[in-house]
């Protein structure tokens, strides 16, 4: 990291310094709205490192090109064995949600979670067969629910798959 005294204090720290130093916190407090004045103490015309500007030491808050700064590459991150949320659907798994939220208000106990109390797998296979083959016949949306079969094919297969984590 390039470092240079501070024009406020004469530290030498990195050049991010000055955003925190006590100097120029009460210097930038005394100004009052006078953004282009320069401290007295100036030894030497402020060279913004980004884009080579030499307005003034207040330009680095307003400069047009920090924003264009691409961060180092130093290689892709370590991702193998990881999942990869990034891939998922997030915007359509909300008919599965909703799908969840109609089996539970359609449930006797109105709980979210009686699926955990145990279903017959066999059974789940069947309830997603039968939307599969509705899906076949042409209709996407169950009548009973207003949501996508698909969506309630997917309930299905999450609820065996919860039931299949439960029991190993």
């Known amino acids: 990291m390039k470092t240079e005294q501070c024009m406020?204090?004469?530290?030498?720290?990195?050049?991010?310094?000055?955003?925190?130093c006590p100097n120029f916190l009460s210097y930038s407090a005394s100004l009052k709205g006078t953004a282009n004045k320069k401290p007295e103490n100036e030894k030497q015309p402020y060279v913004c490192e980004i884009c080579g500007s030499t307005d003034d030491t207040w330009h680095l808050l307003g400069c047009t090109k920090i924003n264009e700064q691409k961060p180092e590459n130093k290689g892709p991150k370590e991702t193998s064995g990881k999942v990869r949320w990034k891939i998922f659907p997030f915007k359509e798994a909300e008919y599965v949600v909703k799908v969840f939220e109609y089996g539970a208000s359609e449930m006797a106990y109105k709980a979210p979670f009686t699926y955990r109390k145990g279903i017959d797998p066999a059974d789940l296979a069947e309830a997603?067969?039968?939307?599969?083959?509705?899906?076949?016949?042409?209709?996407?949306?169950?009548?009973?629910?207003?949501?996508?079969?698909?969506?309630?094919?997917?309930?299905?297969?999450?609820?065996?798959?919860?039931?299949?984590?439960?029991?190993?």
């Open 8 to 20: 406020f204090c004469g530290t030498t720290d990195d050049t991010w310094h000055m955003i925190g």
């Open 128 to 168: 997603a067969i039968r939307h599969s083959t509705a899906i076949l016949a042409g209709e996407m949306i169950d009548p009973e629910s207003g949501l996508p079969h698909a969506a309630h094919i997917a309930a299905n297969g999450l609820m065996i798959i919860s039931q299949y984590e439960r029991e190993k």
